[in-house]
């Protein structure tokens, strides 16, 4: 059975990239995941499909009416599925949670646009969700970053699974550094260990090189 993505959102044609290149596309070719994309203005119900309005109580912007979302999510979200909406406010994705996800028969992203979501349609979902504490545009660009999180955690999608299990985060630490040819490049030389063919010391060094590099860069996952 494939891995079952829906994506709510005002414009699907921003994930024309996404669906035809590269290992996400051969996903969907070999049918290892499904991309199913659901324009909620077809379920505004006046002459104008309407599916923003102006806050209540004033202020910037526009609000995304809760009534065509909604009526679109029961509409399209397969029984059971989780449903995840797509705010700055929400709680942080990390590739734990991926990997959670990626043990379910599929989820369902909801993209705001503009001053993002009526807060009543929290109501109707099962998680909300930000990528990291900044503010885009809109909730396309964080879907496709969760989708390439997840679906690359599935069996299939990513040719050498080793790769995985040696990844930052896999375990609480950042990646070690990797170096490829040539050897020496505008006299930045590759670490003589990597060069040695002995593994036993090529595995410590990169242990080494790992917990050294999360201390520098990321020293809130060493507390964790
Ligand atoms: C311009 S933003 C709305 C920002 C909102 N007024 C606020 O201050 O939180 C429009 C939409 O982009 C998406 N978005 C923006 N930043 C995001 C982030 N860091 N993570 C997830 N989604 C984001 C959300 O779906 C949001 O509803």
Redesign the pocket.
């Given at each position: 059975m494939s891995y079952r993505f829906d994506v709510l959102t005002l414009f699907p044609a921003l994930f024309d990239g996404l669906r035809h290149e590269s290992l996400i596309g051969k996903a969907l070719e070999s049918q290892t995941i499904t991309l199913e994309l659901h324009n909620w203005r077809a379920f505004a119900t006046d002459r104008h499909s309407t599916v923003d309005d102006a806050p209540f109580g004033g202020g910037a912007?526009l609000v995304?009416k809760p009534d065509p979302l909604v009526h679109c999510l029961r509409a399209v979200v397969p029984a059971g599925a989780r449903t995840i909406?797509?705010?700055?406010?929400?709680r942080r994705?990390e590739q734990k949670l991926a990997q959670e996800w990626a043990q379910l028969p599929g989820i369902t992203l909801?993209?705001?646009?503009?001053?993002?979501?009526d807060h009543r349609v929290e109501a109707h979902v099962d998680d909300v969700?930000?990528?990291?504490?900044?503010?885009?545009?809109?909730?396309e660009v964080?879907a496709m970053a969760i989708i390439e999180a997840v679906a690359r955690l599935l069996p299939g999608v990513i040719g050498n699974a080793a790769s995985l299990t040696e990844e930052s985060f896999a375990d609480g630490l950042l990646e070690y550094p990797q170096y490829t040819r040539p050897r020496d490049f505008e006299g930045q030389t590759v670490p003589d260990v990597l060069l040695s063919g002995n593994h036993a010391e090529i595995a410590k060094w990169r242990l080494a090189q790992r917990i050294a590099r999360t201390r520098a860069m990321r020293p809130d996952l060493l507390k964790a």
């Open positions: 912007g995304i909406l797509l705010s700055p406010s929400g994705f909801i993209c705001g646009r503009y001053e993002g979501f969700v930000s990528i990291g504490d900044f503010v885009l545009n809109g909730g964080a």
